[in-house]
């Protein structure tokens, strides 16, 4: 059968080398695979799980890069496997795939990546103005495009985590994860910073316990991000700028006045943060049921050594 | 007694795409303990992958637009089969709906006076999509994903939802299943449980969903005793990528013929000219200099034939193919780009340009795609009732694409958002005053609970058996040739022996590894979903001798009068007992179907037919 998707056909050998393990270790085995047209790592490794490995776990939804789910480092380089063409890796090379360095794993390619919604928990929620007569009258808010269109760049984001796994604060710095929140969530903040509707302030928050300071922009996010989100450009710059601007610049202070722009206190925003408290993030905890792995033991068994870092 | 955690809620949603998060919004702001379940991480489920828009007459491009036309298109695109109660409600409380997830941070596209922009989408009368680029999905997942937190709704990922429980009245109590990365088993008590586990499409070889669409909350709704109807009435989204085959039926969204993108076969023929039905002859365009006036000046001229409803497009597709003019790679080709700008391409359709360069090394801004039909969704569902989404299960609500009735026989592209939004807000009502009511969950029964768990757990005894990918790969192999997009009466018999055999097969298979996080598990148990929904798809298709919507017939090619009358609809009959269900479920040999008249449509309804055409 010409689209036999479990793969028997072809005379082309590739050598998947994929991690299989869980949090107290693991090693990387090798599947060869015949290759196949016009296909992606995610492909190959659901041929690898048909006929070779059923039980490798590895997570996807959509295997058309719109969910996000099937984050990993192939030949060390954080990429979804639904996105990676195999005619772009090197030919005659085995295909590394191992699950990301910064999550804690729960088996083969598949990480805990509960850290993040953690994270999201604390971000102090959209607020709106409130509407004007006329849009009262003619039932929705009037923006106009050019104004929406920043804040759409971040709402582009699919939540991969590529940006999370590859940004050094947290990848090398387990014990950072306390207080930063890390490029997915600056960009968050950045698009409700940046909504033209929006009237939460979340600087003070951001300086003083997301962390954004530790932001040394080295730009490895945007690199990885399947979206090409400028996250460092657009998001964690402007934020810094903006939160020296709250800080420290007297006339920005005065403009506000002025202009009667109505952000509310920081205080007020993190009031509505539906979780909150000192400390950005409360790591490792298991409300979301998922067991969680003791930080020294997960970055034990991460597969760290002599795996190449794409930072 | 096997080991199990329980939790207590007041309403548990068994899903968190669109419907599943609207319904648990809901229910949380009137004051229910509410929970949300889903089997992927929260923000992944399939809603995401829709691109086009969300269908509303808010009258932002074409003031002239109201609910009373998007009824209408809505009934005619469904072939007149629709619940006319739910497609009232649904254009009536649309708008209303979009403009609440501007107010949640939804940033749609804008009009020139700063309104939220609609496009325009076959079968749609006026421009009507509300939406964001072409990845509309995402905004709305993401929108009401973080209205969810925010509104502190507990939220349980990648658990696997196995059965619903009933308490000794037979009242829906709660669910039980496991959690995918742990392997443990998980009982969650409710007072209602809203259903929103989307679709069906994973049993089919090519199609658009993701591998979560395999039936399970029609399955599990079906199980507890509630009604499916229409399930014949299955979708083929005229254009998915036919190439490279990895990606084959991968989504190629509406949004493409709505900003002006063509079909042409390899003769080079806009060939949809020569497919326009009776029904739609009226407001079709019969020239390509009148249909290419349209889309400046909706005045100008009649609407162009590529913007016909999905089941007439997809059809027509399957014949040129079949008559020798199809593509290389065995599609048509759809081009936008002799239509448009580059740049304009790239602004308006950024996720197809994106999907094209880097997964067929197409450039749609220089070359045309080649498109062909793919499974994308299911009409039929559960039984609801059009104001409460109440199922004739009691204590069991449904809504979303799992639920049946709104979009009769073929479904309009954009109105399935909507239909998240509306019945999934409904949904929530309903689960939230059902609750209110009852006093408490009834106990569960603990024999339904250990039965499921042994159920569940068994493959990892046999030593030997079958594999479940090789079932999964047969089954779609099945359902894409015997109950593909054109069926025929014998291939039906032949496909209703094959499930048979399958089912024999899924009761042998054979697992090793252990519970946690193992997809060759999470797999064999959906195959119990799968096959029941691929039966009643079956059955409906075998009996529905016409050819309607998302049902065509090789053996009956019109639609026949009182066929149009009539729905089928599938329950599980006590007396199929006698053969084994796929882990300790009711066999697929029980599933009967019987047909049922189509409520009448009310006087005043009936004339907003016939004004509007």
């Not at chain 2, 199609?207 to 509630?226: F, K, V």
């Not at chain 2, 580059?342 to 090394?361: V, W």
Request: aromatic share 6%; net charge negative; charged share 25%.
């Amino acid at each position: 059968m010409a689209e036999d998707p479990v793969g028997t056909g072809g005379t082309d050998e590739v050598t998947m080398r994929l991690w299989r393990g869980d949090e107290t270790g693991g090693s990387f085995t090798d599947y060869v695979m015949p290759s196949q047209e016009g296909e992606v790592v995610l492909d190959v490794i659901h041929r690898v799980q048909a006929t070779q490995a059923p039980d490798l776990a590895c997570r996807w939804n959509c295997k058309a890069g719109k969910c996000g789910s099937c984050s990993a480092e192939i030949n060390g380089r954080p990429a979804l496997m639904c996105m990676t063409r195999m005619d772009s890796l090197p030919v005659g090379e085995a295909v590394t795939v191992a699950p990301m360095r910064a999550f804690p794993i729960l088996r083969d390619l598949v990480t805990d990546v509960s850290y993040n919604y953690e994270v999201a928990k604390r971000i102090p929620p959209f607020a709106p103005r409130a509407k004007t007569a006329d849009e009262e009258k003619v039932g929705g808010y009037r923006m106009q495009q050019i104004d929406v269109e920043r804040s759409q760049e971040f709402r582009k984001c699919i939540e991969c985590f590529l940006c999370q796994d590859v940004c050094h604060v947290i990848r090398d710095h387990e014990e950072n994860k306390t207080a930063f929140a890390g490029p997915r969530f600056f960009a968050r903040a950045a698009e409700l910073e940046m909504h033209p509707l929006d009237v939460n302030d979340r600087r003070q928050l951001l300086q003083q316990e997301q962390g954004l300071g530790k932001c040394n922009i080295t730009k490895c996010c945007t690199e990885v991000c399947p979206e090409h989100i400028k996250i460092t450009d657009n998001a964690i710059i402007p934020l810094k700028e903006r939160v020296v601007d709250a800080s420290y610049d007297p006339v920005a202070w005065l403009g506000r006045k002025i202009l009667k722009r109505n952000k509310r206190s920081p205080a007020e925003a993190a009031a509505t943060s539906p979780a909150t408290g000192p400390a950005a993030v409360q790591p490792r905890t298991e409300t979301n049921g998922i067991p969680a792995p003791e930080p020294a033991t997960a970055a034990a068994a991460a597969p760290g050594a002599g795996d190449p870092s794409p930072g | 007694m096997p080991e199990y955690e329980t939790y207590d809620f007041d309403v548990i949603v068994v899903g968190a795409g669109g419907a599943g998060l609207r319904a648990a919004i809901e229910a949380r702001s009137r004051g229910l303990r509410t929970a949300l379940v889903c089997k992927s991480l929260l923000g992944k489920a399939h809603t995401v992958m829709a691109e086009g828009g969300v269908a509303a007459a808010l009258g932002n491009v074409h003031p002239e637009d109201n609910w009373k036309v998007h009824f209408r298109d809505t009934m005619r695109g469904g072939k007149m089969l629709n619940n006319w109660r739910m497609a009232q409600l649904h254009a009536q409380e649309a708008p209303d709906r979009v403009r609440e997830l501007e107010e949640w941070g939804a940033l749609f596209d804008r009009t020139g006076d700063g309104l939220i922009l609609q496009r325009d989408f076959g079968g749609h009368r006026f421009a009507r999509l509300a939406h964001i680029g072409d990845r509309t999905g995402l905004e709305l997942i993401r929108t009401l994903q973080q209205k969810a937190v925010a509104d502190g709704i507990e939220v349980f990922m990648e658990v696997k939802v196995l059965r619903l429980l009933q308490d000794a009245d037979g009242v829906v109590s709660g669910v039980i299943g496991y959690w995918r990365p742990s392997g443990e088993f998980v009982v969650f008590k409710a007072k209602a449980v809203v259903m929103a586990a989307g679709g069906v499409g994973k049993s089919w070889m090519y199609t658009s969903n993701s591998w979560e669409s395999t039936g399970d909350g029609h399955a599990m709704s079906l199980w507890a005793g509630a009604d499916l109807i229409d399930m014949e009435f299955v979708q083929f989204h005229p254009t998915g990528m036919v190439w490279p085959l990895s990606v084959r039926g991968l989504l190629v969204t509406e949004g493409v013929r709505g900003d002006g993108g063509i079909l042409r076969n390899s003769d080079g023929d806009r060939f949809m000219f020569d497919y326009i039905p009776s029904m739609f002859a009226a407001e079709t365009a019969d020239s390509e200099d009148e249909a290419d006036k349209w889309y400046d000046d909706h005045s100008a001229g009649r609407r162009p034939p590529e913007l016909l409803p999905r089941d007439e497009v997809a059809r027509s597709i399957n014949s040129e193919v079949k008559a020798g003019r199809g593509s290389p790679h065995g599609g048509v080709f759809l081009d936008i780009a002799s239509r448009r700008t580059a740049e304009d391409i790239r602004r308006r359709l950024p996720s197809m340009y994106h999907q094209f360069k880097e997964l067929a090394g197409v450039d749609i801004t220089a070359k045309p795609m080649e498109v062909g039909p793919t499974c994308h969704y299911i009409m039929g569902g559960v039984r609801v009732d059009a104001d409460s989404t109440a199922t004739t299960a009691a204590g069991l609500f449904a809504a979303g694409e799992v639920a049946g009735g709104l979009h009769g026989a073929n479904r309009l592209g954009g109105n399935s958002l909507s239909d998240l939004l509306v019945f999934g807000r409904r949904a929530g009502v309903g689960a939230a005053e059902f609750a209110s009511d009852r006093s408490g969950p009834g106990s569960l029964d603990e024999g339904q609970i250990g039965a499921t768990i042994d159920a569940a757990v068994a493959p990892f005894s046999r030593e030997k058996g079958e594999n479940p990918y090789d079932i999964q790969h047969d089954l779609q192999d099945t359902m894409q040739r015997l109950v593909g997009i054109i069926r025929t009466g014998s291939e039906l018999d032949e496909a209703v022996g094959q499930l048979d055999a399958l089912e024999d097969r899924a009761n042998r298979v054979a697992l090793s590894g252990g519970r946690r996080y193992n997809p060759g598990w999470n797999l064999a148990t959906d195959l119990a979903a799968m096959l029941t929904v691929s039966r009643c798809t079956t059955l409906g298709a075998i009996n529905r001798k016409e050819s309607r919507g998302g049902h065509t017939r090789d053996d009956f090619p019109k639609a026949v009068g009182e066929m149009g009358g009539l729905h089928f609809v599938e329950r599980i009959s006590a007396q199929g007992a006698g053969a084994e269900g796929v882990g300790g479920t009711p066999s697929i040999r029980s599933v009967t179907v019987d047909p049922e008249p189509v409520p009448a449509l009310p006087d005043d309804l009936n004339e907003l037919l016939e004004e509007a055409n």
